[in-house]
């Protein structure tokens, strides 16, 4: 074995040390991925499918949510990649780290980045450890996506042996509400959240799904207004009855 | 409902290769845009909280399609409970074993 054998090795060991953190978190969530996706209808291969090459949970979740009420492909993709579009903001702040890397590496690499790998690769790569960032980032993501990928069929398969009673597709809502307030943390988002909680109970007899897509965009133009105004009055009102109460669950 | 597999992998593959071009963006960018422009940005940072919270609160606060706030709803109060566990650890696991085990107690207990 010559030396940069080596040196890849101990890159990629490296990446799966700081990672070890992140699989304790993929793992469950892994798991509703399957219960979600067995209850939507979902077959294993689909569901290990929509897994391994969205590899985004969130987007995930609510695409099988909207599937499971028969909703239009177009209303599928469209929510999946609106909840996705945030991705470019880690892609503009890990782009300029993956610029030393050959084409192949800097298309593979964002593959990988989900919230938490994200945070960690831009953490190591700022602090420039890894010799090789391209085998650092394999290290790193490879297990968080094989974890996800077999977490999500093995979760398919418990789900189907537990009785209905256990209410085992509620562990999908608690996934979200255990995500969202990692995104709440001022006025502005404290009203998107709110206003589109709201929106989305007096929008629920809309068909298609089409109910997800009006609330969110309410809630993020009250969001943006309340940005905009500073002083946050008025936007409320958007919701009407529902309103404060139900976005906060 | 069980959903065609033809729409189920349209949708599958549609999704994978938006959030790559995504994931992707500034690689190809880079040189040309250098950051997500201020205004953009902004828009972007409300997304996930508008989303996710438009998808909970009807499985929380709906009980048979209509709006249901009370003791008599414990997906709300299983809910509420997963809130402070959530705003507080931080942890998706802690997360969704309390709420769970919140849940059981009013379906199997109360």
Same mark, same amino acid.
């Given at each position: 074995?010559?030396?940069?054998?080596?040196?890849?090795?101990?890159?990629?060991?490296?990446?799966?040390?700081?990672?070890? /953190?992140?699989? *304790?978190?993929?793992?469950?969530?892994?798991?509703?991925?399957?219960?979600?996706?067995?209850?939507?209808?979902?077959? /294993?291969?689909?569901?290990?499918?929509?897994?391994?090459?969205?590899?985004?949970?969130?987007?995930?979740?609510?695409?099988?949510?909207?599937?499971?009420?028969?909703?239009?492909?177009?209303?599928?993709?469209?929510?999946?990649?609106?909840?996705?579009?945030?991705?470019?903001?880690?892609?503009?702040?890990?782009?300029?780290?993956?610029?030393?890397?050959?084409?192949?590496?800097?298309?593979?690499?964002?593959? *990988?980045?989900?919230? /938490?790998?994200?945070?960690?690769?831009?953490?190591?790569?700022?602090?420039?450890?890894?010799?090789?960032?391209?085998?650092?980032?394999?290290?790193?993501?490879?297990?968080?996506?094989?974890?996800?990928?077999?977490?999500?069929?093995?979760?398919?398969?418990?789900?189907?042996?537990? +009785?209905?009673?256990?209410?085992?597709?509620?562990?999908? +809502?608690?996934? *979200?509400?255990?995500?969202?307030?990692? *995104?709440?943390?001022?006025?502005?988002?404290?009203?998107?959240?709110?206003?589109?909680?709201?929106?989305?109970?007096?929008?629920?007899?809309? /068909?298609?799904?089409?109910?997800?897509?009006?609330?969110?965009?309410?809630?993020?133009?009250?969001?943006?207004?309340?940005?905009?105004?500073?002083?946050?009055?008025?936007?409320?009102?958007?919701?009407?009855?529902?309103?404060?109460?139900?976005?906060? +669950? | 409902?069980?959903?065609?597999?033809?729409?189920?992998?349209?949708?599958?593959?549609?999704?994978?290769?938006?959030?790559?071009?995504?994931?992707?963006?500034?690689?190809?960018?880079?040189?040309?845009?250098?950051?997500?422009?201020?205004?953009?940005?902004?828009?972007?940072?409300?997304?996930?909280?508008?989303?996710?919270?438009?998808?909970?609160?009807?499985?929380?606060?709906?009980?048979?399609?209509?709006?249901?706030?009370?003791?008599?709803?414990?997906?709300?109060?299983?809910?509420?409970?997963?809130?402070?566990?959530?705003?507080?650890?931080?942890?998706?696991?802690?997360?969704?074993?309390?709420?769970?085990?919140?849940?059981?107690?009013?379906?199997?207990?109360?």
């Amino acid at each position: 074995m010559d030396s940069s054998t080596e040196a890849r090795r101990a890159d990629a060991l490296e990446g799966f040390r700081d990672g070890l /953190p992140v699989l *304790f978190g993929t793992v469950p969530y892994a798991l509703v991925m399957g219960v979600a996706a067995a209850s939507a209808g979902l077959t /294993p291969s689909e569901a290990a499918g929509l897994s391994a090459f969205v590899f985004a949970g969130l987007s995930q979740l609510a695409a099988v949510d909207l599937i499971d009420q028969g909703a239009s492909l177009a209303v599928v993709v469209a929510t999946a990649l609106i909840i996705n579009a945030r991705f470019t903001m880690y892609s503009a702040s890990i782009a300029p780290h993956l610029e030393r890397l050959g084409r192949g590496w800097r298309y593979l690499c964002p593959f *990988f980045l989900i919230g /938490p790998v994200y945070a960690v690769a831009l953490a190591a790569y700022e602090a420039d450890r890894p010799a090789h960032y391209g085998w650092y980032m394999l290290g790193l993501g490879v297990p968080s996506w094989v974890a996800w990928v077999v977490g999500t069929v093995v979760g398919m398969v418990l789900g189907a042996g537990i +009785p209905d009673e256990w209410q085992l597709g509620f562990a999908v +809502p608690l996934v *979200f509400v255990a995500i969202v307030t990692q *995104f709440i943390d001022d006025f502005g988002t404290v009203a998107a959240a709110l206003v589109a909680g709201g929106a989305s109970i007096g929008v629920v007899g809309l /068909p298609f799904g089409l109910g997800l897509v009006v609330a969110s965009v309410v809630g993020i133009v009250a969001g943006v207004v309340v940005e905009w105004g500073g002083n946050g009055i008025g936007s409320g009102e958007e919701s009407g009855n529902g309103g404060g109460d139900g976005g906060e +669950p | 409902m069980s959903a065609s597999a033809a729409l189920v992998w349209t949708a599958v593959l549609a999704i994978a290769v938006g959030t790559w071009a995504f994931r992707a963006s500034f690689v190809f960018l880079f040189g040309y845009l250098d950051e997500v422009p201020p205004r953009v940005d902004r828009v972007l940072r409300f997304i996930p909280a508008a989303v996710i919270t438009a998808i909970i609160a009807p499985r929380l606060l709906l009980v048979d399609g209509s709006l249901a706030v009370g003791p008599g709803n414990e997906r709300l109060l299983a809910g509420a409970v997963a809130v402070v566990v959530a705003w507080y650890t931080e942890n998706i696991f802690a997360t969704i074993a309390v709420g769970m085990v919140v849940l059981w107690l009013f379906v199997f207990l109360l």
